[in-house]
């Protein structure tokens, strides 16, 4: 049974993922120009025209809304994560992308996480300031807090429509900018790109990577 529970854990946590990185790759849709799933830094990385990239690290919670016994241990290990990549390529943006409304354990900061939230390192309350600078402190080469964003991405339950809620507002969002309105290309585009992403993260070889003509190209045929 702690097998099942575990699996069923490490499957949610990669939904979760692939997820996310259609939501991050919507969002910079006109700099992105490539995309990968457990590329050779993060979780989720993002390749811009500029030449520079968007790392995440993707960390998903089962039972979100109320399970904060580890959030701060995920958000210690991403921010380990994000100051060792940043290190070694040139980033525009390190994101911790959580599913967690509750992303620091702190009732002094966890309203300003209602929703679909972003925040800059800036723009987070003292509260939750003091406990990343508190763990970045131990860390030999920090990363630039300039760069840093903490995003939550609502994803519970086994109810489809409620999991993928947010992130079929992006989508339906996407395609009213580009003005179609077909009806059902949301939930189309949606199994189209579960799959294309969910393809690529589970390749070995993380040089293979899907470029924006990869994933507009569907909504043309």
Not at 16 to 31: D, G, R
Not at 41 to 47: A, H, M, N, R
Not at 85 to 91: C, N, Y
Request: glycine letters at 4%.
């Amino acid at each position: 049974m702690e097998r099942s529970r575990r699996a069923d854990a490490v499957v949610f946590g990669f939904d979760f993922q692939v997820n996310a990185a259609i939501v991050l790759f919507l969002e910079n849709i006109e700099e992105v120009e490539k995309i990968c799933l457990e590329g050779n830094y993060e979780d989720i990385e993002l390749e811009l025209s500029s030449g520079k990239m968007i790392l995440a690290q993707a960390k998903a919670v089962e039972k979100a809304s109320s399970d904060f016994a580890n959030v701060r241990k995920n958000l210690k290990k991403a921010l380990t994560s994000l100051s060792e990549a940043g290190e070694k390529v040139d980033a525009k943006e390190l994101i911790v992308i959580t599913n967690s409304p509750n992303p620091f354990n702190d009732d002094k900061s966890r309203n300003v996480f209602y929703g679909h939230a972003h925040r800059n390192y800036n723009t987070l309350p003292p509260s939750a300031k003091e406990i990343v600078d508190r763990y970045l402190s131990k860390m030999e080469k920090p990363l630039d807090t300039d760069k840093l964003k903490i995003q939550v991405l609502p994803f519970e339950t086994d109810d489809e429509n409620e999991r993928y809620k947010v992130i079929m507002e992006c989508i339906n969002n996407f395609m009213g900018n580009l003005n179609i309105s077909i009806s059902g290309i949301g939930r189309k585009m949606l199994e189209t790109w579960h799959w294309q992403v969910f393809d690529n993260g589970g390749k070995k070889d993380s040089a293979i990577k899907l470029t924006k003509k990869d994933i507009i190209w569907p909504i043309l045929v």
